[in-house]
């Protein structure tokens, strides 16, 4: 499996920035695809992930209302549409793939743990300046 980011970029706050996600090699189509980001001396943190069988979604709360993850099944893309950007979301963003069958939106998570994902991409900064 391999998993690819667009580029990101550099956005004023308040501005918007899709990034998106392409995926090849997939066996199945029971998997979860994640967003992360990882700012300098911070750990990764979960974004946001979508369900490949039935697109549910789950977002970190710092997140939501402002981004919005889709995916297009027909050309195993995945999507991360980021609205009303602020100087914290400035980050290094990886999409990544998780085959565990984990329920995120269940409501029993408050965080996307990166162990349970694999073939990460190789990331893009997304930058958020005035």
């Known amino acids: 499996v391999q998993l690819v980011e667009s580029a990101g970029g550099l956005v004023q706050p308040g501005g918007s920035l899709r990034l998106s996600c392409a995926a090849s090699?997939?066996?199945?189509?029971?998997?979860?695809i994640g967003w992360f980001r990882q700012a300098p001396g911070k750990e990764r943190e979960g974004v946001s992930c979508?369900?490949?069988?039935?697109?549910?979604?789950w977002y970190v709360d710092s997140v939501k209302g402002r981004f919005n993850i889709s995916s297009d099944n027909a050309t195993n893309m995945v999507y991360l549409e980021m609205d009303d950007r602020k100087p914290e979301d400035t980050a290094t963003y990886y999409c990544?793939?998780?085959?565990?069958?984990?329920?995120?939106?269940?409501?029993?998570?408050?965080?996307?743990?990166?162990?349970?994902?694999?073939?990460w991409g190789q990331g893009t900064q997304v930058t958020v300046s005035s």
């Open positions: 090699g997939l066996a199945s189509d029971d998997f979860t």
């Open positions: 979508i369900s490949r069988r039935d697109g549910s979604t």
């Open positions: 990544a793939i998780d085959w565990g069958g984990a329920k995120y939106w269940s409501g029993n998570y408050d965080s996307l743990p990166p162990y349970n994902f694999g073939s």
